[in-house]
């Protein structure tokens, strides 16, 4: 499902955005960039909004320069979300157990071409998958950014590295919620956990912000040291 801030402020989109490429993986348009021969991959897995917006793959490059090889597929086939359509009816045509499959084929296809671990960063929608794959051996460690729905039974059934960014203004994924889930992540002493809850931000602020916001742009930039940190630690 799609909480109401999780289709505000509508981000920039631009197909030819960014310095990677744009190419088929696992049966996926996959905007690619970084190192082709590097063992270490990340894959991103987008909002609603998709794998064109230019934030998104300014983050992705960014990941990229740290020696990682970044794949940020099209989970959505071309239909990603827009102000026009109504947001149950879209999760329904895309839903996250079908985005975790999708994922799965991506992760085999980037492990047939040598790719030795695998980490997984999801925005919103794209937590709810992450938090899916994060329950199977094919990932090394993952980091879900304002994610979507997210149970308790889920995250009891978390095997891998798991990290959480909230935000404290999000009425989908509130702080509570995210108290509750790092509690209970923290019970499981045999998975490495951080939980953080950014404060004076809303839903989507790792990447739906404006740049000439200088709090926005700075807690932003934040969160994506975090996801470099998180990444840097399990994926090496």
């Known amino acids: 499902m799609l909480g109401p801030h999780c289709t505000e402020n509508p981000p920039t989109l631009s197909s030819t955005y960014g310095s990677g490429s744009v ?4 049966g996926l348009k996959s905007y690619v960039t970084g190192n082709q021969h590097s063992k270490l991959a990340i894959l991103m897995i987008a909002d609603a909004f998709g794998y064109e917006v230019q934030n998104l793959r300014k983050l992705a490059d960014k990941i990229a320069d740290s020696g990682f090889l970044v794949v940020v597929p099209d989970f959505y086939y071309g239909d990603q979300y827009t102000p026009e359509k109504f947001g149950e009816i879209w999760v329904k045509a895309h839903s996250p157990d079908k985005g975790c499959e999708d994922a799965k084929t991506v ?3 980037l ?9 997984v960063a999801g925005f919103c929608w794209g ?3 992450a938090v ?4 199977f051996d094919c990932i090394d460690a993952a980091i879900l950014l304002h994610p979507g729905w997210i149970t308790v039974e889920q995250i009891n059934e978390v095997k891998t590295p798991l990290a959480i960014l909230g935000a404290e203004n999000d009425d989908f994924c509130t702080p509570d919620l995210l108290k509750h889930l790092g509690d209970t992540l923290s019970a499981k002493a045999e998975v490495d956990c951080f939980v953080k809850i950014f404060p004076g931000v809303g839903h989507g602020w790792t990447k739906r912000y404006n740049d000439d916001d200088e709090s926005a742009v700075q807690s932003a930039q934040e969160s994506h040291l975090d996801i470099l940190n998180w990444f840097n630690k399990h994926i090496k």
């Open 127 to 129: 937590g709810m998958v």
């Open 132 to 135: 899916r794959l994060a329950k």
């Open 107 to 109: 992760i085999a296809a």
């Open 23 to 26: 190419e088929e993986i696992g």
């Open 111 to 119: 492990k047939a071409k040598g790719v030795s671990k695998v980490g």
